[in-house]
């Protein structure tokens, strides 16, 4: 079992940048594939990126690529999700998600409790 904890949100101005971090407990995380979704308030949970075990291969939603990164440090335990040129429907609360399996869809096995990234006009 692994337990995920997200920071790192805020209230940015469109334009701007954030890096979210996730930060993993246990000592079997580079076993796990990653994730990072968002909700939007009255939406439903939405795939924005992934990365393999290994970090080898990168997924991302047509609405973020070119604008966010994915990527994992495994000796920190770590997967982080940089996101620049933000725009405002970019405000969501954000989730890392665990599994064995990278997906696009959100069937992980472990998720954090989200941060909540605003961006405002």
């Known amino acids: 079992q692994v337990q995920l904890v997200e920071s790192g949100g805020g209230l940015v101005q469109a334009g701007g940048s954030l890096r979210l971090s996730c930060a993993a407990s246990g000592r079997t995380f580079s076993t796990y594939a990653m994730g990072w979704f968002r909700q939007a308030p009255g939406k439903g949970r939405e795939f924005v990126a992934a990365?393999?075990?290994?970090?080898?291969?990168?997924y991302y939603a047509d609405s973020v690529k070119g604008r966010f990164t994915i990527s994992r440090d495994n000796a920190k335990n770590t997967v982080y999700l940089q996101m620049n040129s933000l725009k405002p429907e970019d405000t969501a609360d954000y989730f890392c998600?665990?599994?064995?399996?990278?997906?696009?869809?959100?069937?992980?096995?472990?998720w954090g409790q989200g941060t909540r990234v605003t961006v405002s006009s």
């Open positions: 998600a665990a599994g064995w399996v990278v997906s696009t869809s959100p069937a992980y096995a472990y």
């Open positions: 990365i393999e075990k290994s970090g080898g291969r990168l």
